[in-house]
């Protein structure tokens, strides 16, 4: 009789274990392959065995977890709704976990993340936590006590060590899966991502000469998120950029390579001299701003985005900030255009001082594409209507990107029609690309390879050119050269003529053959 009634509880506790993963399998792991492309049924039973072998992963946790009530009651809801949010946001913007993901949501940047926070989310965590409320409640009442709980536990979780590790593609499976990927890629963001310490100045090293001008305009775009395919000035079909096309004081350089795929941190890579060999330096040193000050440059940084800590240093190291938008931080969901910068830089050219440095950060062509096109850049339709990225068709997106570039392209138009008479250079790049379909990914802060090409142009005055033609021929020369965003830290010391030791002639887009054989 005994033994009836403890086979009894074992079945039922198998069948409460097994209805959980049913619905794990669904809401957690189901989107990940739900999208997959597959044209035959061949296909099709692959990805079913996929998913089958994440929520049998997924089964062994759940399992484990249900043996003792407290456990349950404790660590199941937490595993319950994390899920649920990796489900949606895989589900409504093709977004998986990543270390990247992960910083970038940490750091409070993606303004994919705040995306998030839209009506269908807040009613699907609450369902989540009812659901998972439901469950412990269950768990109390209608699961009596089972024998050795402790042999549940542990064979739970011995099985599910086993299934890991039975062969590779299993593990790399369940890697990038619900809830191995919570774990494995919290680690990697652990292990690889070292917090911002105090950062030294790098010795210029200048080496004293006559300066050949007193008053000189450096400015310096970080544009956001543009990839350089779309533009027109690389042979995009479209026109993106018709009013850079006619610039004749324009150099593209379409050959520039990214390593880091988000704005938090490709940034500090770009304003130090962090190199590929170097990447420490993003997080040790100071940017080129104190250099530029050194040498007599007032320094003003006009932002577009917030300030996130792994760039704020490089924002305090300027004389003034000006935040544009400072309301546009958390939860909102409006338009915020680049061309509002445009009265805070006409004020600051304004100014005295001969020599200034000007940094403006863009929210350029970030997701939701439509918040930073005005009226007069929304040529290319239809655009999107959906802020998740799979309720909009291909064409949709890429006409709202594409118009991003328009607009960006009448931003670019009213800089150098400002800068036009002065002794001045621009240096444009973004700090990232964007995927768009790819692979069958979208937006960023993925590894794709669209992601890794930015677009970078320099545009230069007519008096820049009669004071540097030796600049001006060297860059030229360079354009389809191919650069990762380590140059910039060099050649925005060249640009605004500061002869200084550390510039690695290698990386600087001003240079000449004779000058890099020299430096060798
Ligand atoms: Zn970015």
């Not at 240093?313 to 938008?325: A, M, R």
Request: aromatic share 14%.
């Amino acid at each position: 009789m005994e033994n009836k009634n403890h086979l009894k509880a074992e079945v039922r506790y198998l069948c409460f274990v097994g209805i959980l993963t049913l619905f794990a399998g669904l809401f957690f792991v189901a989107p990940d392959f739900i999208d997959n492309p597959t044209d035959d049924i061949r296909g099709k039973i692959i990805l079913l065995a996929y998913w089958g072998i994440v929520t049998t992963c997924n089964f062994f946790v759940i399992y484990s977890l249900a043996a003792y009530k407290t456990l349950f009651a404790i660590v199941f809801p937490i595993y319950w709704i994390l899920g649920s949010i990796v489900g949606y946001i895989r589900y409504a913007y093709s977004a998986t976990i990543t270390p990247m993901l992960l910083d970038a949501t940490f750091h409070n940047d993606f303004q994919t993340s705040r995306d998030l926070i839209t009506t269908t989310a807040i009613f699907w965590i609450a369902f989540a936590i009812i659901f998972s409320s439901l469950a412990v409640f269950f768990r109390y009442k209608y699961i009596s006590t089972l024998n050795k709980k402790y042999i549940h536990l542990l064979l739970g979780i011995t099985l599910l060590l086993i299934f890991l590790n039975i062969h590779p593609r299993i593990n790399n499976g369940c890697q990038q899966r619900y809830p191995y990927n919570l774990i494995y890629n919290l680690h990697t963001y652990v292990t690889s991502y070292k917090a911002v310490s105090q950062r030294t100045m790098p010795n210029p090293d200048i080496k004293r000469e006559i300066a050949r001008t007193d008053s000189l305009t450096v400015v310096f775009i970080l544009g956001e998120s543009l990839r350089s395919d779309h533009l027109s000035i690389n042979g995009y079909t479209r026109e993106t950029t018709p009013f850079l096309n006619k610039e004749t004081r324009l150099v593209s350089f379409p050959h520039i390579y990214s390593e880091y795929t988000y704005t938090n941190r490709s940034l500090p890579h770009i304003l130090t001299r962090a190199d590929s060999a170097n990447i420490d330096r993003a997080f040790q040193e100071t940017s080129f701003i104190p250099i530029f000050k050194q040498e007599g440059f007032k320094c003003t940084w006009i932002a577009n985005q917030d300030a996130a800590n792994t760039y704020i240093d490089f924002i305090n190291e300027c004389d003034t900030s000006i935040y544009v938008h400072p309301e546009k931080t958390v939860y909102v969901f409006d338009n915020w255009y680049d061309k509002d910068i445009l009265p805070h830089l006409k004020n600051t050219l304004k100014d005295d001082c001969p020599r200034k440095l000007v940094i403006l950060h863009t929210i350029g062509s970030h997701w939701y594409y439509n918040n930073h096109v005005p009226k007069e850049a929304e040529i290319f339709l239809p655009v999107t209507t959906n802020r998740e990225v799979h309720r909009n068709t291909a064409e949709e997106i890429i006409n709202s990107y594409d118009n991003t570039i328009y607009a960006t392209d009448l931003f670019m138009k009213d800089v150098i029609d400002y800068l036009r008479n002065d002794n001045a250079i621009v240096l444009f790049l973004a700090d990232h690309g964007e995927a768009l379909g790819e692979e069958g990914d979208w937006l960023h802060a993925s590894d794709n390879k669209s992601i890794k090409n930015p677009a970078c142009f320099i545009w230069y005055s007519s008096k820049y050119e009669e004071i540097f033609p030796e600049k001006i021929q060297a860059l030229h020369d360079n354009a389809q050269q191919q650069y990762r965003t380590d140059f910039l830290f060099h050649s925005i010391l060249e640009a605004a003529h500061i002869p200084a030791s550390i510039i690695s002639e290698e990386l600087n887009i001003f240079s000449s053959n004779e000058e890099r054989e020299l430096q060798q």
